[in-house]
């Protein structure tokens, strides 16, 4: 199998608190991890790549330094949403890739984490 | 904006019918990919379909691609209530990047 544990789950924090989220590959190892970004009822968005041993690519219109990720071995990538804002809450879901795959490997998915900040 | 469209945004169906979920997509493509989610879940890889194939099955899923008119297929047949779930294509790019389509909501009624 190939999991992908994500943590934690859900959050709930006042405005201005960092929060960070784990992404973890249980069984096997991931060069590169993903994490997005999805608001109710609609579909993900890709906000960042995270390649371990550098730093990670962000999309177009993503601020680097409000959202940082952190890929410091093959099994471990976090998200730190730094001095959150209401605006920042939404669903943040990371996957995996196994290895050096290319394209024509799906993406491993962790249960994704819901952030609330009031 | 997206790279695969779905269609419809939402379909309702009783159990033990098909349901039937397109995509297109705007560029050329390696392949496409359909994933599920569950509701406030992640996303479970569900099929990938290669761009010199033109149909592949999986139990009771069957995914065809027309990459002439860039667009694909999934059906599910005798559906059950466990199929209600959201359901996206995504297609690869550079960086071996996903981007998902708008989705289709499915609900199963028992």
């Known amino acids: 199998g190939a999991v992908v544990s994500q943590h934690p789950s859900w959050v709930i924090c006042k405005s201005g608190t960092s929060v960070k989220i784990e992404c973890r590959s249980l069984?096997?190892?991931?060069?590169?991890m993903f994490w997005y970004r999805q608001f109710p009822k609609q579909s993900l968005m890709l906000m960042a790549t995270s390649n371990e041993g550098s730093k990670a690519t962000y999309e177009q219109g993503v601020e680097k330094d409000k959202f940082l990720i952190n890929h410091a071995s093959l099994t471990l990538s976090t998200l730190t949403v730094t001095s959150a804002h209401p605006e920042d809450s939404s669903f943040y879901i990371c996957s995996a890739k196994k290895g050096t795959g290319g394209g024509n490997q799906p993406q491993h998915f962790g249960d994704g984490t819901r952030l609330s900040i009031l | 904006s997206q790279q695969g469209e779905e269609d419809p945004q939402a379909l309702s169906i009783q159990e033990g019918e098909n349901a039937t979920m397109n995509c297109s997509y705007k560029?050329?493509?390696?392949?496409l990919q359909w994933y599920r989610q569950n509701s406030g879940r992640g996303l479970v890889h569900l099929i990938l379909?290669?761009?010199?194939?033109r149909e592949k099955h999986s139990g009771r899923l069957r995914v065809t691609l027309d990459t002439s008119k860039k667009s694909s297929s999934l059906l599910i047949t005798a559906s059950r209530a466990a199929d209600t779930a959201s359901y996206f294509c995504a297609t690869v790019l550079y960086g071996n990047k996903l981007v998902f389509g708008a989705g289709t909501i499915l609900r199963v009624k028992s």
């Open positions: 379909i290669r761009s010199n194939e």
């Open positions: 560029t050329s493509i390696n392949n």
């Open positions: 069984d096997f190892q991931a060069t590169t």
